[in-house]
T-cell receptor, first 108, second 112 residues
């Protein structure tokens, strides 16, 4: 059975802090790992990672995949209150399965 | 333009009254997924289609059924909704390779 585990499950930080979110997986026939941001609506796509060691970057967000360790991290630097959301990690294998998410709250 | 469209956005149904949620896509993707997402929880995979091949998750209740009459459309039927079935239902598609999943806006189901 495919598994996707995210940590921490929730996090509270102050504006300006840097956060690191973790995702580990056990998946048959790994294709890709995806990060999504979810506010009070459907998830919005952030990154897709297929190759180990190659950092993807978008503004203050970045992510990298380690296929040897079966894990990925999502970094957010200089956090803003608008970054408050649930961050979902999903792994595409036999199907697309999600972790439980990390609920991030950025306080002013 | 929306590429994955779910209808309706909000659905209120009575306890035990069958309800159908629909999803359509303009991406010609092979794979379509249905997820159930309850408040403060991650999306839970109910089933998915790879073309016409139907794949049911082991813990999806029998109360939930699905149909995919063609590539573009997929339906989620809840035969006898219970209060515990109130949730956001998300439809997503991929081409079947290593690519991004595209989500619809979801249907929020309320059971009264």
């Amino acid at each position: 059975e495919d598994k996707v585990v995210q940590s921490p499950l929730s996090l509270v930080v102050h504006e300006g802090d840097t956060v690191t979110l973790n995702c580990s997986y056990e998946v048959t026939n790994f294709r890709s790992l995806l990060w999504y941001k979810q506010e009070k609506k459907a998830p919005t796509f952030l990154f897709m990672l297929t190759s180990s060691g190659i950092e993807k970057k978008s503004g203050r967000l970045s992510s990298i995949l380690d296929k040897k360790e079966l894990s990925s991290i999502l970094n957010i630097t200089a956090t803003q209150t608008g970054d408050s959301a649930i961050y979902l990690c999903a792994v595409s294998g036999y199907a697309l399965n999600f972790g439980k998410g990390t609920s991030l709250l950025v306080t002013p | 333009d929306a590429m994955v469209i779910q209808n309706p956005r909000y659905q209120v149904t009575q306890f035990g009254k069958p309800v159908t949620l629909s999803c359509s896509q303009t991406l010609n993707h092979n794979v379509m997924y249905w997820y159930q997402q309850k408040s403060s929880q991650a999306p839970k995979l109910l089933f998915h289609y790879y073309d016409k091949d139907f794949n049911n998750e082991a813990d999806t209740p029998d109360n939930f059924q699905s149909r995919r009459p063609n590539t573009s459309f997929c339906f989620l039927d809840i035969r006898s909704p219970g209060l515990g079935d109130a949730a956001m239902y998300l439809c997503a598609t991929t081409s079947g390779g290593a690519d991004e999943a595209f989500f619809g806006q979801g249907t929020r189901l309320t059971v009264v």
